[in-house]
């Protein structure tokens, strides 16, 4: 959710420092040799009980499953790779059983959803795609992570789905709560469930973590409905279709058992499956993943060599 924090644990604090950043301005650019499809690490994949599965184990349960979703943090290549890997081997299997399926993308809000449509159909190409969608206001971070498995998703006869709340509506929550919204910004929103005890005690251990994050009902009630939306926009796609599959990115703080998962539970989206790629950088990151068991499968891949 908060595109301008680097640090992968606290990529939904400070939901007010988000809305006003959006991550570091950047335009169209060429992928580099070094990019999302050079950043291959080596991995072990365990599940939420901390086993090792392999990558048929995985793959199968990914497949079953109606929606995937796959955390990032944002700027990292590597987690992008995972993403990439699990969207060629499940648009493969969906296009091999005449399945639709769909890229359902954190990173573009629902407004623009008709600028993706034309993308996705070739009508437009990168430049008149950012330049529609306001990327560089509303996400901000280099296009060049996420064109390798976009273009992997067009070329699978994928559609692509813009997931997110309009950020002048989430903003405005954050600040102000529901409470500031005129009505017809308050039809834009879906069914919004506060009470989640769980995914509260979470979002208000993340706050404390970050340096000036303030903990109140306004910016919680921003980070739900930033899930809700994403949910729920997921939700009507695959809903009108019983053999629709899609795989959602997202930020990890997103795909977790009590953030969208849960939400696209509550709307009977099932299976709803997780995925969090992590690098074990002997910082405790992944032993933290790997403990709070929080997602169906932890992705565990080997810190790159200093001069890699």
């Known amino acids: 959710m908060i595109p301008c924090v680097p640090r992968a644990r606290i990529t939904v604090a400070a939901f007010v420092l988000a809305v006003a950043c959006g991550g570091p301005p950047t335009g169209p650019s060429t992928p580099r040799a070094t990019g999302v499809e050079a950043a291959a690490l080596p991995y072990v994949v365990y599940d ?10 995985l793959f199968g349960a990914l497949a ?3 929606a995937v979703c ?3 943090q944002h700027s990292n290549p590597h987690h992008h790779w995972v993403q990439l890997r699990v969207v060629d081997e499940l648009s493969r299997r969906a296009a091999a059983a005449g399945r639709p399926f769909a890229l359902g993308m954190e990173m573009f809000q629902r407004p623009f959803q008709a600028v993706l449509d034309a993308y996705a159909r070739g009508r437009i190409d990168d430049r008149v795609l950012l330049a529609r969608t306001e990327w560089r206001k509303r996400w901000g971070y280099d296009f060049a992570l996420y064109r390798p498995i976009v273009a992997l998703a067009i070329r699978r006869g994928a559609a692509l789905v813009a997931l997110n709340v309009r950020k002048e509506i989430a903003s405005k929550v954050g600040r102000h709560g529901l409470d500031g919204l ?3 910004e308050r039809a834009e929103l ?4 506060l009470s989640d005890a769980r995914h509260r005690a979470w979002f208000d251990g993340v706050m404390r973590e970050h340096p000036g994050g303030e903990v109140t ?3 919680y009630a921003a980070q739900v409905l930033w899930d809700e939306t994403m949910a729920d926009t997921a939700a009507r796609w695959l809903s009108a279709d019983s053999r629709r599959r899609m795989v959602i990115l997202a930020g ?5 058992d009590s953030a969208v998962v849960a939400r696209l539970r509550r709307r009977g989206i099932e ?6 790629p992590v690098i074990d950088d002997g910082e405790g990151g992944a032993d933290d993943a790997l403990r709070d068991r929080a997602t169906d499968f932890v992705v565990v891949m080997t810190a790159p060599s200093a001069g890699g």
């Open 48 to 57: 939420r009980d901390g086993r090792r599965v392999d990558d048929a184990a």
């Open 64 to 66: 079953a499953a109606r």
């Open 70 to 72: 796959v955390g990032e």
């Open 182 to 184: 005129t009505d017809a």
């Open 190 to 193: 879906p069914e919004l469930d």
């Open 217 to 219: 009902d306004s910016v």
């Open 252 to 256: 990890n703080g997103h795909c977790h």
């Open 271 to 276: 299976p709803a499956v997780s995925v969090r």
